[in-house]
């Protein structure tokens, strides 16, 4: 009896069979998708090809879906305008009366930290360019919150760059396509940011959770927080400028301190991204601290040499006990010159010569009595 | 001929193939950033509907692999951990596919708690997942609202479920 002439009831078991190892196979590849994903790391070449293909790939089609939202937003936005006038005008003058208050003292702390800048001579940090782009898709759920926005590496956006709404901290870019960047939210379960709180100077970690208040977590000192407290970036490992707002402590239900975001009550379709680079996010800098110092020339090995007979000969001529302070300091530099000559003899000179370096070894006259 | 015709009754392209699109148009829609009044859109996992009532109409090969494909489009369109939804999508399947002789001949309610129980189990694989990537423990209040826009989508797993159950009467 051939397969086909079976009865459809002999084939079902072997069908669910394969269909449970089908299961088992698409399990499989599932977890394998998981382990091999480097998601929490900042690096641009760990968010991938595959990833960026789809952002860039998804880009105009929610693009093109998201413009008739952004008219029905601007419609709703209208009308709830339209419908709170009276309130609004009433909150707008009073938040005017207050502003008018914080702008003389702004203008007066701005001319003292300007006189005090002058007088420490204090180099401040360059404006941040920044670019502005429209969010065109949006993810909010528990397990990945992040934001797709329409400008990337065309307009110099690079992994790493501090987001911002007009009001505060958003999140930061983790990848970049030609026209297109990922942002991860604060709120993202995977996003740590360092911050500050502004009125203690308290140090702590922003993790976000999938909620709409990310947590405070390591927070040093005692009372460093309440309720209500200034929250800033603190700029702790280069990776967000200093001073950057993010929003309010708050105290959650499961009684942790959290922030409300500032960004949560700006626009959700535009973002400023802040084309910031630290010294810590340039690709090589390991290569540029580990790099090997310039060997010495001749007119160096003839200097160092000199110096070496001018250190020795007071030390040898001198009658005076050779166990003091002065006498040890003299023969060790000595013995370091001496140990750094006969090493660099062992180095081909350079065909040019080394830029200066600045003396590090003081002079002899200044170890003596 | 009949017997060819009976025994290969469902076209995986009707079954499978034009749901699955149409749930991932409904995840590109439902990520539109829009504010109505201060408020968001709600961010339902739609493929859940498949996970759901694929296990449901009959045990399938092919239906598992675009189960962990559609999980892959979530992850990658929502920017989450690969595999996170997939591997979730599939726990739930795999649960549903062993007990679906129990639900077969359910009333509409029962199945409907029978499809909340499943979307619990997608959430909470989700969660313990998250849980162990990040090192840090999801927000529980954000679950359940992803859970609760999730589990008012049975009308539609009920709708693919009555359309294709009896298609297929062997696995009746």
């Known amino acids: 009896m051939s397969f086909r002439d079976r009865s459809n009831f002999d084939m079902k078991v072997p069908l669910t069979w394969t269909a449970g190892v089908a299961v088992i196979i698409a399990a499989v590849i599932g977890v394998a998708l998981l382990l091999g994903d480097r998601r929490e790391t900042l690096q641009g070449q760990a968010y991938g090809v595959t990833k960026n293909v789809v952002d860039t790939l998804s880009a105009p089609v929610s693009n093109t879906l998201a413009t008739p939202g952004r008219w029905t937003g601007n419609v709703f936005d209208l009308a709830r305008d339209y419908l709170l006038a009276g309130s609004q005008n009433h909150a707008l003058r009073e938040e005017i009366n207050d502003l008018h208050v914080w702008q003389d003292k702004a203008i007066a702390l701005d001319n003292e930290n300007q006189r005090l800048r002058a007088v420490l001579g204090l180099k401040t940090d360059p404006p941040i360019p920044m670019v502005t782009a429209h969010v065109i898709a949006d993810s909010r759920g528990p397990f990945a919150d992040t934001r797709l926005a329409d400008a990337g590496r065309e307009k110099g956006i690079a992994a790493g760059n501090p987001v911002m709404s007009d009001r505060g901290l958003v999140g930061r870019v983790v990848g970049v396509g030609h026209d297109v960047s990922r942002i991860l939210l604060l709120t993202d379960i995977a996003s740590r940011t360092p911050v500050l709180i502004d009125r203690t100077n308290a140090r702590a970690i922003l993790s976000g959770d999938g909620g709409p208040n990310p947590k405070l977590a390591y927070m040093r000192g005692q009372d460093p927080v309440k309720v209500g407290d200034r929250v800033l970036t603190s700029g702790d490992g280069g990776v967000f400028p200093r001073g950057l707002p993010v929003g309010v402590v708050v105290q959650g239900l499961d009684g942790a301190w959290r922030v409300r975001l500032d960004s949560d009550s700006s626009p959700i379709d535009f973002v400023r991204i802040l084309l910031f680079t630290d010294f810590s996010q340039i690709a090589e800098s390991k290569d540029a601290i580990s790099a090997p110092l310039p060997a010495l020339s001749t007119a160096d090995q003839a200097d160092v040499a000199a110096k070496v007979k001018a250190m020795s000969a007071p030390a040898a001529a001198s009658q005076a006990p050779k166990t003091g302070p002065a006498a040890a300091n003299a023969s060790a530099t000595a013995k370091t010159l001496a140990n750094a000559l006969a090493a660099s003899k062992t180095q081909p000179a350079p065909k040019h010569p080394p830029p200066p370096t600045p003396a590090t070894t003081p002079p002899p006259d200044d170890d003596t009595p | ?172």
């Open chain 2, 1 to 172: 001929m009949s017997l060819m015709q009976s025994t290969r009754p469902l076209d995986p392209w009707r079954w499978l193939g034009l749901p699955a699109l149409a749930c991932m148009g409904g995840a590109i829609l439902f990520a539109i950033p829009i504010k109505v009044f201060s408020l968001q859109l709600p961010e339902p996992v739609f493929p859940m509907v498949l996970a759901f009532a694929w296990a449901v109409i009959r045990p399938s090969v092919i239906a598992p692999f675009v189960l962990v494909l559609l999980g892959l489009f979530l992850d990658l369109f929502w920017g989450g951990p690969l595999g996170l939804w997939g591997v979730s999508l599939l726990a739930s399947y795999t649960v549903v596919l062993a007990s679906r002789s129990i639900m077969t001949g359910q009333s509409r309610p029962m199945r409907q708690v029978w499809f909340a129980a499943a979307t619990a189990m997608t959430m909470l694989t989700g969660f313990l997942i998250a849980s162990i990537l990040s090192l840090a423990v999801p927000n529980l209040l954000s679950v359940f609202w992803q859970f609760l826009a999730t589990a008012v989508l049975y009308p539609f797993a009920h709708r693919l479920i009555e359309r294709f159950e009896d298609a297929d009467v062997r696995f009746r």
